[in-house]
């Protein structure tokens, strides 16, 4: 399988601390994407970080990659209830015409008020 | 705009019967697909379709069939549900190209007795 990794599967904060959650994956990419679910939701698209970037910033969400690691974290700032949601990474291979993803299998964070 | 849309929202079936998950999508989207979610898997490919006429096999495609009825609609058909099946699917489509975003559809939740 060429899922990736995301690391804690769970994690409980208070509301105002920040959120860290890495991501581990096997193949090279082209681009490693964020998203979060909400609880019987879709999953909506968070940040894109491509494979020759190190860092972005996009509100209070931080992401960083390190290609050499295989790895990605995401960084929620100054959290809120409202970030209650499961966060997936995502890699993304183009190969022939197409784009395949592959979707780490997930943190479930809780933002305590 | 509505995005992705799936039907049904909900459904049970007996093993052995047949069904069709439709997906549609009104963003001129190139590439489609589907995934389905079980807890604590993440989600996994089941099958794309990079364009229209074209479609191919995921991770997990055995016992699911697809079919891209046009640039618009991608199905997904049980030929004969098995309990395995239970779970819930998403269609999501994008864009092609080397930097692109995922947008999914709200899901199916699929019960197979």
């Known amino acids: 399988s060429q899922q990736g990794e995301e690391d804690p599967q769970a994690l409980s904060i208070q509301e105002g601390e920040n959120a860290t959650m890495n991501c581990s994956y096997k193949?090279?990419?082209?681009?490693l994407q964020w998203y979060r679910q909400n609880s019987g939701r879709g999953l909506v698209h968070l940040i894109l970080?491509?494979?020759?970037?190190r860092e972005k910033h996009s509100g209070r969400l931080r992401v960083t990659l390190d290609t050499s690691k295989k790895s990605s974290s995401l960084l929620i700032t100054a959290s809120r209830a409202a970030d209650t949601a499961s966060y997936f990474c995502?890699?993304?291979?183009?190969?022939?015409?197409?784009?395949?993803?592959?979707f780490g299998t997930g943190t479930s964070l809780t933002v305590i008020p | 705009n509505a995005g992705v849309t799936q039907t049904p929202k909900f459904q049970v079936l007996k093993t052995g019967q047949s069904m069709t998950l439709q997906c549609a999508q009104d963003?001129?989207?190139?590439?489609m697909y589907w995934y389905r979610q079980d807890p604590g898997m993440g989600l996994r490919l089941i099958y794309y379709?990079?364009?229209?006429?074209?479609?191919d096999k995921g991770e997990v495609p055995n016992g699911y069939n697809v079919s891209r009825l046009n640039k618009r609609e991608f199905s997904l058909r049980l030929e004969s549900a098995a309990p395995s099946q239970t779970s819930v699917y998403f269609c999501a489509s994008t864009q092609s190209g080397l930097v692109n975003e995922q947008f999914f559809g709200p899901g199916t939740r699929l019960t197979v007795l």
């Open positions: 970080i491509r494979s020759n970037e």
């Open positions: 193949t090279s990419i082209n681009n």
């Open positions: 379709s990079a364009s229209e006429g074209t479609t």
């Open positions: 963003m001129n989207h190139n590439s």
């Open positions: 995502a890699t993304d291979a183009y190969q022939d015409g197409g784009n395949q993803f592959y």
